[in-house]
C-alpha cells in the first residue's frame, strides 16, 4: 500500500467551516470527476481550539486539514500523480485551489503506513 498524508492550510479569511463546506462540496467532487478513483481518499479536519496540548507553548500549526490517499501499488501512484500533474487538470484545479487553499504552504509527504487495531 502506497500512502501519502498532505497538510491543506486554508486560504486566508475564509473561516474553518467555510473552508470544510467548500473542501467537500466544491473541491472533492471536481477531484472525483477528474482524476481515477482512489483505494482511500480521507480527510481530517483539525478541531479549533485544539483539544490537547503536549506543551505549555504548541506553535501553529500551519494547515487545517490532513488529507490522506491511497493507493495499491507504486505504478497506480505514479499514475495519479503523472495525470494530477497533466495541463488539463492543473486547468480545472488550480483555479479551484485558489478559492480555498493556500497553495505556497501545501506540504505531501509519502508515509510508511503501519496499522493496528
Known amino acids: 500500500m502506497i500512502v501519502f498524508?498532505?497538510?491543506?492550510?486554508?486560504?486566508?479569511?475564509?473561516?474553518?467551516?467555510?473552508?470544510?463546506?467548500?473542501?467537500?462540496?466544491?473541491h472533492v467532487p471536481l477531484v472525483q470527476k477528474l482524476m481515477p478513483p482512489l483505494v482511500f481518499y480521507r480527510r481530517n479536519y483539525l478541531q479549533t481550539p485544539y483539544s490537547y496540548t503536549l506543551t505549555q507553548n504548541d506553535p501553529p500549526l500551519g494547515?487545517?486539514?490532513?488529507?490522506?490517499?491511497?493507493?495499491?501499488d507504486r505504478s497506480s501512484a505514479d499514475q495519479w500523480f503523472a495525470k494530477w500533474m497533466s495541463e488539463p487538470v492543473r486547468e480545472r484545479i488550480i483555479p479551484d485551489e485558489m478559492?480555498?487553499?493556500?497553495?505556497?504552504?501545501?506540504?505531501?509527504?509519502e508515509v510508511d503506513y503501519h496499522g493496528s487495531l
Open 99 to 109: 478559492n480555498h487553499v493556500d497553495r505556497d504552504n501545501i506540504r505531501v509527504f
Open 63 to 72: 494547515f487545517d486539514v490532513i488529507t490522506e490517499i491511497r493507493f495499491e
Open 5 to 26: 498524508l498532505i497538510l491543506i492550510p486554508r486560504k486566508k479569511g475564509l473561516t474553518q467551516q467555510q473552508f470544510v463546506d467548500y473542501y467537500e462540496d466544491v
